[in-house]
Nanobody, 126 residues
Framework: QVQLVESGGRSVQAGDSLRLSCAAS????????MGWFRQAPGKEREIVAF????????YYADSVQGRFTISRDNAKNTVYLQMNSLKPEDTAVYYC???????????????????WGQGTQVTVSS
């Protein structure tokens, strides 16, 4: 079965950098989109970034464009989210997700993903 395990979340100061990892297992992900979402208390889960495993095409939310970078390591079956210039508003639980590449899906919605990790907390203090 598909398993996604996030790691790397912790408490940091504004302006710091952090790298989240998502170790994926259970199948070959070449036909998948891998996404990072986040959810702050009292808010809906929102897309942060996604990457097409095969080809490496990426998408970033406007709020993180230029500060965050998503990447994947095929050999390690791991997806990363490098977060620079962190802001207090980046505080949230960050989730890794996997969705089968399907025509017509935008992969901006949590509904487009069938597999989820347990989440990792990122807290940014001012």
């Amino acid at each position: 079965q598909v398993q996604l395990v996030e790691s790397g979340g912790r408490s940091v100061q504004a302006g710091d950098s952090l790298r989240l990892s998502c170790a994926a297992s259970g199948r070959t992900f070449t036909t998948y989109i891998m996404g990072w979402f986040r959810q702050a208390p009292g808010k809906e889960r929102e897309i942060v970034a996604f990457i097409r495993w095969s080809g490496g095409n990426t998408y970033y939310a406007d709020s993180v464009q230029g500060r965050f970078t998503i990447s994947r390591d095929n050999a390690k079956n791991t997806v990363y989210l490098q977060m620079n210039s962190l802001k207090p508003e980046d505080t949230a639980v960050y989730y890794c997700a996997a969705g089968i590449l399907t025509y017509g899906r935008t992969f901006l919605s949590p509904n487009d993903y069938g597999y989820w990790g347990q989440g990792t907390q990122v807290t940014v203090s001012s």
